[in-house]
């Protein structure tokens, strides 16, 4: 089994700054991709950002030029800084990985249990 434990998530005023962290452990031959996505109150689940073990980003529209996704193989660990916040940034964020246990097993979709972030004055 691959868990998938996030940290950082907090209270932060309009225009600060988070950074979340999640860490994917068990038993683990590769992890294809890695990211986050978020949950409002109310609204359905939504891609904020992921990144490739190559490297390749992706970002949601709503958090560009603000997100920034990075990854450290060595660790299976994926970072998300999140900066110039916005209440409509808050959100259960989750993280997702795309892992398999043996190079003959097929990927699979991990989640973590979420870490909760408000953004509000």
């Known amino acids: 089994q691959v868990q998938l434990v996030e940290s950082g998530g907090g209270f932060v005023q309009p225009g600060g700054s988070l950074r979340l962290s999640c860490a994917a452990s068990g038993v683990i031959f590769s992890i294809n991709a890695m990211g986050w996505y978020r949950q409002a109150l109310g609204k359905q689940r939504e891609l904020v950002s992921t990144i490739m073990n190559c490297g390749t980003t992706n970002y949601a529209d709503s958090v560009k030029g603000r997100f920034t996704i990075s990854r450290d193989n060595a660790k299976n660990t994926v970072y998300l800084e999140m900066s110039s916040l916005k209440p409509e940034d808050t959100a259960v964020y989750y993280c997702?990985?795309?892992?398999?246990?043996?190079?003959?097993?097929?990927?699979?979709?991990?989640w973590g249990q979420g870490t909760q972030v408000t953004v509000s004055s």
């Open positions: 997702n990985a795309r892992a398999r246990r043996t190079p003959l097993r097929p990927y699979s979709e991990h």
